[in-house]
T-cell receptor, first 111, second 114 residues
Framework: LAKTTQPISMDSYEGQEVNITCSHN???????ITWYQQFPSQGPRFIIQ???TKVTNEVASLFIPADRKSSTLSLPRVSLSDTAVYYC????????????FGGGTRLMVKP | KAGVTQTPRYLIKTRGQQVTLSCSPI?????VSWYQQTPGQGLQFLFE???????NKGNFPGRFSGRQFSNSRSEMNVSTLELGDSALYLC?????????????FGPGTRLTVT
């Protein structure tokens, strides 16, 4: 049974780097991990995706260790506006029909 | 470029009724996916339509169905509503590329079943 778990909440301060982990079982080498950000009363917003060891874009990095049992979303130098819920999404057989979201991590950034 | 729009934004229905929700994707996007979001179960994948065909389906009962039109607009239907169907229903559009999960979500339709 595909299961994707995340910490329920995290606190951080402005300017710090934040790392949010997602644990996923039975993930294959070409199964994608995607991260979304959601603000209240809005739909989720795409942050980053990948299936290789490290992916970086202009807002975040995604790290996937060799055992592929977890992945980490890294947000450099967070600001107050990064306070949101972050979801990881895993497509367990890379075919689109086993899309499973984690429960979401509520990130609170404090001044 | 206009974003994903969903109508209606709010809906109240009674148990046993049926409901139809509508989603207009970003212009040029051929894939529309539907998700259910509840406090208890979180975000759950319902189904995806691509070029008017259901391409993927999550683990929901047959009461949940959808379709996509030639202009890529999509509708989702729930028949014989149950109290547990109360949720935020989100649609997301994408190019439909099989190696991308970059989706653009609409604001959702909040359905309340009484």
């Amino acid at each position: 049974l595909a299961k994707t778990t995340q910490p329920i909440s995290m606190d951080s301060y402005e300017g710090q780097e934040v790392n949010i982990t997602c644990s996923h079982n039975n993930i294959a080498t070409n199964d994608y991990i995607t991260w979304y950000q959601q603000f209240p009363s809005q739909g989720p917003r795409f942050i980053i995706q990948g299936y290789k060891t490290k992916v970086t874009n202009e807002v975040a990095s995604l790290f996937i260790p060799a055992d592929r049992k977890s992945s980490t979303l890294s947000l450099p130098r967070v600001s107050l506006s990064d306070t949101a819920v972050y979801y990881c999404l895993v497509d367990y057989n890379n075919a689109g029909n086993m899309l499973t979201f984690g429960g979401g991590t509520r990130l609170m950034v404090k001044p | 470029k206009a974003g994903v729009t969903q109508t209606p934004r709010y809906l109240i229905k009674t148990r046993g009724q049926q409901v139809t929700l509508s989603c207009s994707p970003i212009s040029g996007h051929r894939s529309v996916s539907w998700y259910q979001q509840t406090p208890g179960q979180g975000l759950q994948f319902l189904f995806e339509y691509f070029s008017e065909t259901q391409r993927n389906k999550g683990n929901f009962p047959g009461r949940f169905s959808g379709r996509q039109f030639s202009n890529s607009r999509s509708e989702m239907n729930v028949s014989t509503l149950e109290l547990g169907d109360s949720a935020l229903y989100l649609c997301a559009s994408s190019s439909g590329s099989l190696d991308s999960y970059e989706q653009y979500f609409g604001p959702g339709t909040r359905l309340t079943v009484t």
